[in-house]
């Protein structure tokens, strides 16, 4: 039913395509449409078309009405987690052709002698080095060689890439031979994309620069080809409205920036669900959340404070170090299609390896043959999967591979393994929170826990018991909430420079010069994608270090024309951040600059949420059924999402269906329905 106030005549629309299903959210002068569709995972474009087509049909609008059409996309990610990237080069300065393998002394375990790196992106024998040197402040220490460089240009298109990666050192204070390289590279006859270090990330660290600037490359031909698909699908379908695409920072941008920075959208996907989860806690008057999207394939967590996700340049993504901003997100491979299985110990494992959207959880009746958490679900009564499909699910199919696979070898009845399932589902998310909330500074009890996706609202009560959370927070697009996050995310454009220097030695001019040179970029940027004066805002700040250091933090800066009193203030929050970020400060240590950021962002008005459905306010159960909690089985009420409206109270045990997921009250928790028609679960 509708529940969304307050929005213009025109149809937006978000589509986001996760591991099992492609979700989808529209919303007109009528409301809000959400469904799910499945996924489409040899040809993602086409589950997203077919969720277009399915939302046209039930939101009953035309095609030609789309004024927005925002995009969640896991295919950057999916290739590089895969390693199903295009044919790379890499062009670096002499003497650098190893870095990008060698990468840094740290392992991934301290202790573990035998760990191995991950696989170069590029090749050795794909990597070249051209004669040439800056110093660290930019000035020309070896010349550019150009007749080697075409040398170089020759052997690259001899060996038939599709891309190519040019990082030169210190490329970030002057850029003017990578520039020349890629002239070269065309003029040669290199038949690809070329992706340049000082466009793609043009900051400090040579590895990370280097790798970044590779991933974009290895990734924009596989980008590219997804995209045009898509675009030409979506405009055949009548839609007149441009593709946006989330990128990891939490802001949407055109398609044609995201061909050019594909690394840019490896969190494409988990970023809009944060941005949904922050906007739809934020309406319900909570600023600092926890969020938990468990979808089909994984979990995502991450923190929200003061309304804002939580951005990082220090992510990643698989086993790459990627260093571009993106919504600081933690994932393990725990989702409703994690397979459960015993080790070689005799210890009951969930995931990572997950039965994805085909064959799916046994219990889909789609020819999945492994247990999976969704399967243990339906054992123990908390789900009912014949709302995502037609058909009886087959319980004795899903009894007899419990019990094979895992109950018989562990010496358990079928419901013990069942519940050990979930517990161990339960474990791995609970140390996924942690990494984000009391690894980062952050004490729980001061944070409401957001859950969303298909599976979330599952075990997020009794996850926020385990972590003494106060209360959960289960929207009422819980299982859709990363597409709803496409279409109240601004346009989000950012734009960094490396230049180390003494802070005490910054010129206010030159300062003030450079973020006056970046914010005219950032508006031509939004001014070609329609975004008036009045929508346009640009964010200052600047990554500060202590002399010595290896590590920085971010510290904003004010708008205007700089002083010196302005840097002095500057510093003084950079001692104060620090003191809060690790426990002390050195206000009498000399203080250097790292990098100089820019957030240029284009502001969209979101939908006013209310509450247009439900009006139970002392709601009756629709049914019963027999539902286990901690090896105890009782009769439980299952209540109607739809049903329940604002006021509404009941206690747990008890199970609450929507239409695209489902919420678990345990034994013991209270539960209520909110003015913006969010289930709150109190532990």
């Known amino acids: 039913m509708p529940w969304l106030s307050g929005m213009e005549t025109d149809v937006r629309v978000g589509v986001d395509v996760g591991g099992t299903f492609t979700d989808v959210v529209v919303t007109d002068e009528s409301g809000l449409t959400m469904l799910k569709v499945p996924s489409t995972p040899d040809a993602p474009d086409r589950g997203v078309l077919d969720g277009l087509d399915t939302a046209t049909d039930r939101a009953g609008f035309a095609p030609a009405e789309v004024s927005f059409f925002g995009h969640g996309t896991t295919v950057a990610t999916n290739a590089l987690l895969e390693r199903e990237w295009a044919e790379t080069a890499l062009v670096t300065t002499e003497g650098f052709r190893d870095a990008v393998e060698i990468g840094r002394q740290t392992r991934p375990d301290l202790y573990d002698l035998r760990a191995e790196k991950p696989d170069p992106i590029v090749e050795r024998d794909r990597r070249y080095e051209v004669p040439e040197r800056l110093d660290r402040r930019g000035s020309v220490v070896d010349p550019f060689d150009e007749d080697a460089a075409r040398a170089v240009a020759r052997a690259v298109a001899d060996a038939g890439v599709e891309s190519v990666a040019v990082a030169f050192l210190f490329a970030f204070e002057d850029d003017a031979h990578e520039r020349r390289m890629r002239e070269i590279l065309e003029a040669e006859g290199v038949d690809g994309e070329t992706s340049l270090s000082s466009e793609v990330l043009p900051e400090i660290r040579e590895y990370e620069r280097t790798l970044a600037t590779a991933i974009n490359a290895a990734l924009k ?9 898509l675009e030409t699908g979506v405009a055949d ?19 044609s920036v995201t061909r050019e920075r594909p690394v840019n959208t490896l969190l494409s996907g988990p970023a809009a669900g944060v941005r949904g989860a922050a906007h739809v806690a934020g309406e319900s008057g909570f600023d600092d959340v926890l969020t938990m999207d468990m ?25 790459y170090p990627v260093t571009v901003p993106m919504v600081d ?5 725990a989702g409703g299609g994690s397979i459960a299985w015993v080790d070689e110990g005799g210890s ?29 679900h339906l054992l123990l009564g908390r789900i009912d999967p014949t709302s995502f499909f037609e058909g009886s699910a087959d319980e004795a199919t899903v009894r007899e591979a419990l019990r094979e696979r895992v109950a018989d070898p562990l ?12 517990d161990v589902a339960n474990a791995n998310m609970e140390r996924a929170l942690r990494v984000v909330s009391v690894e980062r500074g952050h004490d729980p009890r001061d944070f409401s826990l957001v859950a969303y996706g298909g599976a979330g609202p599952l075990h997020a009560a009794e996850l926020a018991a385990e972590l003494d959370v106060p209360r959960v927070v289960v929207p009422r697009s819980a299982g859709v909430l990363s597409a709803l996050g496409l279409l109240i995310s601004d346009a989000v454009y950012e734009e960094g420079v490396s230049a180390v220097r003494p802070w005490d030695g910054v010129d206010p001019a030159d300062l003030t010069e450079r973020f006056e040179a970046m914010e005219r970029a950032g508006r031509q940027r939004l001014d070609a994608e329609g975004y008036g004066p009045d929508r346009r805002r640009f964010e200052r700040a600047v990554d500060l270090r202590y002399r010595g250091q290896s590590f920085d933090l971010r510290v904003s800066v004010p708008e205007g024309t700089l002083d010196a009193a302005t840097l002095d203030a500057v510093a003084d929050r950079f001692h104060e951040r620090h003191e809060r970020r690790y426990g002390h400060a050195s206000p009498d240590e000399p203080v250097e600059l790292v990098t100089i950021r820019l957030r240029s962002r284009g502001v969209v008005d979101p939908p006013a949420l209310s509450m247009e459905g439900g009006e139970t306010t002392d709601p009756t159960p629709r049914t019963t059924r027999p539902a286990a909690f901690d090896g105890e089985t009782s009769e439980t009420p299952v209540y109607d999402r739809a ?16 239409v695209e997921s489902t919420a678990v009250v345990p034994p013991g928790a209270d539960a209520h329905v909110d003015d913006m028609g969010n289930v709150v679960i109190e532990p």
């Open 329 to 333: 997100v933690h994932t393990i491979g």
């Open 221 to 229: 031909p596989v980008m590219n080809r997804y995209l045009g698909r």
């Open 348 to 376: 009951l494992r969930v995931g990572p390896r997950s039965a994805g959207a085909d064959p799916g959880p046994i219990c889909y009746g789609r020819g999945g043959t492994e247990p999976t958490v969704t399967d243990a």
């Open 237 to 255: 379908a009548g839609v007149p409205a441009a593709v946006k695409v989330m990128q990891s920072n939490g802001g949407v941008a055109s398609a």
């Open 295 to 319: 979808g089909g394939t994984s979990c995502d967590v991450s923190l929200v404070r003061d309304g804002d996700p939580v951005v990082t340049t220090e992510g990643r993504v698989g086993d």
């Open 411 to 422: 010496d358990l009845t079928v419901e013990e393994a069942a519940q050990g399932v979930v």
């Open 643 to 658: 049903a329940l409206g604002p006021g509404a109270e009941l206690g747990g045990p008890a199970v609450i269906e929507g």
